[in-house]
C-alpha cells in the first residue's frame, strides 16, 4: 500500500477557508480526516467510504465537507468557516474494513496515516 500524504494545508483567517487533499484515493474500505491540536489527543472529522458516503463529527457539520476526487485520485476536504479551534495538524487515514452503515470517525478504527498537514486559524 501506498503512503497516505496530505497537502493543502496553511494559515487562514477566522471565517476562511482552506482545501487539503490526501493521496493516494483508496477504493477499499474506509478513508478518514483527523486533526490532533497540540496537547490533545488525536480526534476524527469525518469518515468516508468508498461509496462516497460521509460521516461527520459534530464540531465540524455543516462547515467542513469530505469528497472523493476519482479523477484526480484523491481524498478532498474543504474547509469553510473556519475557527480558531480548528487549529491543528490534519491527517488523512484508511483502513481496510468495509463498514455497514458508513465509516466510524475515530482514531483507533484506522491503521494508515498520512504524515499531516498544519492549519492554522487566527482571529
Known amino acids: 500500500q501506498a503512503p497516505l500524504m496530505e497537502s493543502g494545508g496553511g494559515s487562514v483567517q477566522s471565517g476562511g477557508s482552506l482545501r487539503l487533499s490526501c493521496e493516494p484515493l483508496?477504493?477499499?474500505?474506509?478513508m478518514g480526516w483527523f486533526r490532533q491540536a497540540p496537547g490533545k489527543e488525536r480526534e476524527g472529522v469525518a469518515g468516508?467510504?468508498?461509496?462516497?458516503?460521509?460521516t461527520y463529527t459534530d464540531a465540524v457539520q455543516g462547515r467542513f465537507t469530505s469528497s472523493r476526487d476519482n479523477a484526480k485520485n484523491m481524498l478532498i476536504l474543504q474547509m469553510d468557516r473556519l475557527k480558531p479551534e480548528d487549529t491543528a495538524m490534519y491527517y488523512c487515514?484508511?483502513?481496510?474494513?468495509?463498514?455497514?452503515?458508513?465509516?466510524?470517525?475515530?482514531?483507533?478504527?484506522?491503521?494508515?496515516w498520512g504524515q499531516g498537514t498544519q492549519v492554522t486559524v487566527s482571529e
Open positions: 487515514g484508511h483502513d481496510s474494513y468495509n463498514w455497514i452503515g458508513g465509516c466510524p470517525t475515530g482514531p483507533k478504527f484506522f491503521k494508515s
Open positions: 483508496m477504493n477499499v474500505g474506509c
Open positions: 468516508i467510504d468508498r461509496d462516497e458516503r460521509v
